[in-house]
């Protein structure tokens, strides 16, 4: 090859690495929260844990450490046993892989669900009081559908009752639902959700970055659909963060522009001396 020619290669790549090609840059890996064996506040997570006088809470944790390990939660009454965690991200995905024994639910309550977002409340030491979810916006998991949690919008028919995974992924304010899909999948927009919600704003922002699930109702009997409650298996929670899934960012055109023209004049010249030979 002609020196010529590769001074045009040459020029022509160091033009395209300045100009840059909008790639995106690669995803945090996904992380387990909780992998089924002992409990979830073991690990990490903060809980709301109250039913007495009138319900009850039952939890029995695994700790063999075998993949079938599983967590059992059953709430009865006004008992409420909820889960919430920081995870520190603006973008991301949140699943349960789950299997439902029984749930009830009434509009804006439920007894198993998962929330994309969040709002925990410390006291003035900084310990941990309580959280509240996203009434609206988070996922109900009944006992044969599954819905946005305002019971607006359509359901997705399934049988939650052997274990599926559900997952949220919340993206510049759009949140969308899946079933059994790989988090890989989700992030390249090869699978379509089941259920969808795009300009989503919750109430207050803080509490994006902060994910809840478990039973989150105390409705009692005085409600018309009396004592919302759930019992389930919980086999893993994943995570994964999509705050660095983004374009690589042009340079500035003239400095791309200033490097094609020194590629130029760098042929011009070895072209004339070409022609003197």
């Known amino acids: 090859m002609k020196i010529t020619q590769k001074l045009g290669i040459a020029t022509a790549s160091l033009v395209l690495s300045c100009v840059g090609v909008g790639l995106p840059s690669a995803a945090q890996a996904a992380t387990f929260l909780f992998d089924g064996s002992g409990t979830p506040e073991a690990v990490g997570w903060q809980l709301d844990s109250f039913g007495e006088p009138t319900g009850t809470i039952t939890v029995t944790p695994q700790f063999t450490g075998k993949p079938s390990d599983v967590l059992s939660v059953s709430t009865t009454g006004t008992a409420v046993n909820l889960y919430s965690r920081n995870i520190n991200a603006s973008n991301y995905i949140i699943s349960l892989g789950v299997k439902v024994l029984r749930s009830s639910f009434n509009s804006f309550d439920y007894g198993l669900g ?3 977002f969040a709002q925990q409340f410390f006291d003035t030491n900084g310990n941990y009081s ?4 996203d009434r609206a916006n988070s996922l109900t998991i009944g006992e044969n559908s599954i819905q946005w949690s305002d019971l607006v919008g359509d359901s997705f028919a399934i049988d939650t009752s052997v274990f599926h995974e559900y997952a949220i992924s919340y993206i510049d304010g759009n949140l969308n639902v899946y079933v059994d899909n790989s988090f890989d999948d989700i992030i390249a927009g090869t699978v379509t ?3 969808t919600r795009t300009g989503v704003t919750p109430l207050d922002e803080s509490v994006v970055g902060t994910v809840a699930f478990g039973d989150q109702s105390n409705d009692s009997i005085s409600f018309s659909n ?3 409650n759930s019992s389930y298996q919980l ?3 994943r995570f994964e963060s999509l705050d660095n899934v ?4 042009e340079p500035n ?3 791309a522009l200033f490097f094609f ?3 130029i004049l760098f042929i011009n010249k070895k072209l004339g001396f070409s022609r003197k030979i």
């Open 193 to 195: 959700p089941v259920l």
């Open 253 to 255: 055109s003239n400095f």
């Open 261 to 263: 023209g020194l590629g």
């Open 235 to 237: 086999d893993f929670i």
């Open 114 to 116: 998962l929330s994309p």
């Open 226 to 228: 009396c004592c919302v």
């Open 246 to 249: 983004t374009s690589v960012p």
């Open 130 to 133: 309580f959280s509240n979810v």
